[in-house]
């Protein structure tokens, strides 16, 4: 008769985990799922779009406050946005006091207004106004560190936006009217793209 191939009755039953053992291994999973979900962005309270985000100012106080402002519209999930965050953070950080850099997140209700505003369509989308708070531009997708100055710069001297790809210029008059109660809302740069051919893209395009 072939040999039974279950435990033998004389084998030692696995002695049961200690509460020590128990306490160890549920820190262990702990840690682990807390190391996943920081290394996927889910926390990164030092990373730079989050210190930027903590420390952005107010968009009214800014755009009143007699410096030029930087406002990014941005999204936690925008892996652009987050390329671009340490470029950004070294613009806010060497120019602090000449220029502000606002950070709106496109997935708060709170700025839904102003993502209508400025016909958020893609992003990392950055709004470009002068020291008196008038819109001069659009910059649509990820900016080189160099190309970011180059934007700086022009803001804060007050001078014509560098001719980049994907930056547009924003008449005063077209500024005025996206200002004034009559009017849309969303500020149109020189050579944006009309409304109709845009208007199946939204703004977790460039994310």
């Given at each position: 008769m072939p040999p039974s191939s279950g435990p033998s009755p004389n084998a030692p039953a696995a002695a049961p985990l200690g509460r020590r053992e128990r306490m160890l291994l549920a820190a262990l999973a702990a840690l682990l799922a807390l190391l996943l979900f920081w290394w996927r962005g889910g926390l990164h309270p030092g990373a730079p779009l989050e210190r930027l985000a903590r420390q952005s100012p107010d968009l009214g106080i800014a755009l009143a406050d007699g410096r030029p402002t930087l406002v990014e519209f941005y999204a936690d999930w925008c892996e652009a946005c987050r390329a671009m965050a340490p470029a950004m953070e070294t613009i806010e950080r060497s120019h602090h006091g000449a220029l502000d850099v606002v950070l709106?997140?496109?997935?708060?209700?709170?700025?839904?207004?102003?993502?209508?505003?400025?016909?958020?369509?893609?992003?990392?989308?950055?709004?470009?106004?002068?020291?008196?708070?008038q819109s001069v531009?659009?910059?649509?997708?990820?900016?080189?560190?160099?190309?970011?100055?180059?934007?700086?710069?022009?803001?804060?001297?007050?001078?014509?936006?560098?001719?980049?790809?994907?930056?547009?210029?924003?008449?005063?008059?077209?500024?005025?009217?996206?200002?004034?109660?009559?009017?849309?809302?969303?500020?149109?740069?020189?050579?944006?793209?009309?409304?109709?051919?845009?208007?199946?893209?939204?703004?977790?395009s460039h994310g």
């Open positions: 709106l997140n496109v997935d708060n209700p709170r700025w839904q207004p102003q993502v209508e505003r400025y016909d958020v369509n893609g992003i990392p989308q950055l709004e470009l106004f002068d020291a008196a708070g531009g659009r910059s649509i997708g990820a900016r080189r560190p160099a190309e970011l100055e180059a934007l700086t710069t022009a803001l804060i001297e007050g001078k014509p936006l560098p001719p980049l790809a994907g930056v547009g210029a924003t008449s005063r008059l077209a500024s005025a009217e996206a200002e004034s109660p009559a009017g849309n809302g969303a500020s149109q740069p020189a050579d944006a793209g009309s409304k109709d051919r845009q208007a199946a893209i939204g703004p977790r």
